[in-house]
């Protein structure tokens, strides 16, 4: 099944249905990368971060190579760590998962996240952290990501976990809008209130997190997927759909664009059949009620960072 799509404010068109590829082992992204291609999937959501880009890389090359899909049929994204949100280290790190990747080119690059550490930090610290933060204000970053689109590495460019009132800082000081703003999205935290405000502004919201990590269930302050809700899956049933299915139907009715991650087949093409079926008003009103509020990523340990996003209401 192809997913349908969402005019981003430069006219490039995103799929509203993307792969995720966070905790994807290397050994297994490769063939998940393959399955998703073959099940219609155009929208590959990769990043530095994830250390598995040179995988995910071979296999969509192997794809275009094998006449499957067309270099230009494909959205990839990937995204710029923290440590290197210096203007001068963005275009460097861009051209390494470029180069991971085996492309010339990305649809879409994102700044990680808002705060930034300092370059010979740890990935993600969880000690000293004070030593560990820089104070690169995210507009810094915001000028190299723009080089990167001038120089033709990204067609588009965006931000993700950004607040609302970092969304309009960029707004205010950059050249090039953002295409994009990618936070965690599911029925536990449905972002209503991000996803108007970036609507007024033109900016496509990313949900990730759809399926709320559905394998941290249980452990402790965790909020509890949706997808194992009774009540969803007896939603399901009526429309002969999957719990995990409803779900990302009733986000993509949100307007957004959604990037559930799975190493399985029967799953990868699972998460991309949600096109055929409409959920009733009654259904939806059920899913909104399931807001919490509730993050899976709130990355507490950044709370005291300057440009921790997660303290405003949105
Ligand atoms: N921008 C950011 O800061 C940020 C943060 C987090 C994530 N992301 C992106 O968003 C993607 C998705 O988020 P996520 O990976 O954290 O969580 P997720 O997609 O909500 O959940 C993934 C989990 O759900 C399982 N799953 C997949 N399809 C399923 C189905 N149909 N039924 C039941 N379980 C299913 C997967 O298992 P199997 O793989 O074993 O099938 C995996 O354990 C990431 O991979 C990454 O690309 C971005």
Redesign the pocket.
Known sequence: MIAKTIKLNNGVLLPTV???????KPG?VEE?VKIAIDAGYRHI???WF?LNEAEVGSAIREKIASGAVKREDLFI?S?LWNNFHAKDAVVPKLKESLKALGLDYLDLY?I??PFGTKEDAPLMPTENLQDCFSDVDYIETWQGMEEGHKLGLAKSIGV??FNAEQIDRVLKNGTIKPVVN???C?PNLNQKKLIEFCKQRDIAI???????????MGRPGFPE?T?FDPKVAEIGKKYNK????VV?NYLVSLGIS???????K???V??IDIFDFTLSKEDIAYLDSCNKNKR??PLTDFKDHKYYSFNAEF
């Open positions: 993307g792969l995720g590829t966070y905790r994807s297994e998940a959501d990769c990043a994830y994204t995204k994102l990680h996240w993700s976990n990618q936070v965690e599911n990313v949900g990730y997190c759809p399926l709320g990590r559905s394998e941290y997927p997808i999957s719990p995990a299915q990302l959604v990037i559930p991650k799975s190493v399985t029967s799953r990868i699972e998460n899976v990523c």
